[in-house]
């Protein structure tokens, strides 16, 4: 049984750093990336990283900001999070596929979802 948990999320005033972390276990062999649903929001994705870990997908909004990371057992992705806007306030989903050399990262089409975290930045 797969499962992701992420970690990190909380409260930050803008132009503030987040880490977050989603640690994978029951099977670590899945293509990774974040998303995000902020309140009356659809889910929306945020940023993405190849099997490989040589291409990184980053949303337009997040681009120069945001980066997502693997180490290097590929148990754990991470999403740093920089100069931090309000509204970049969202739960912050970490999701993963089995297709490890795909290229669609449309929310429906992720196999696994953790349970999310929230991450709050105040103006």
Avoid: H
Wanted: charge should be positive; hydrophobic fraction near 35%; include cysteine.
């Amino acid at each position: 049984q797969v499962q992701l948990v992420e970690s990190g999320g909380g409260l930050v005033q803008a132009g503030g750093s987040l880490r977050l972390s989603c640690a994978a276990s029951g099977r670590t062999a899945l293509r990774m990336g974040w998303f995000r649903q902020a309140p009356g929001k659809e889910r929306e994705f945020v940023a993405a990283l190849s099997w490989g870990g040589g291409n990184t997908y980053y949303a337009n909004s997040v681009k120069g900001r945001f980066t997502i990371s693997r180490d290097n057992a590929k148990i754990t992705v991470y999403l740093q999070m920089n100069s931090l806007k309000p509204e970049d306030t969202a739960v912050y989903y970490c999701a993963g596929r089995g297709d490890l050399f795909g290229s669609n990262w449309s929310a429906a089409g992720m196999d696994y979802w953790g349970k999310g975290t929230l991450v709050t930045v105040s103006s």
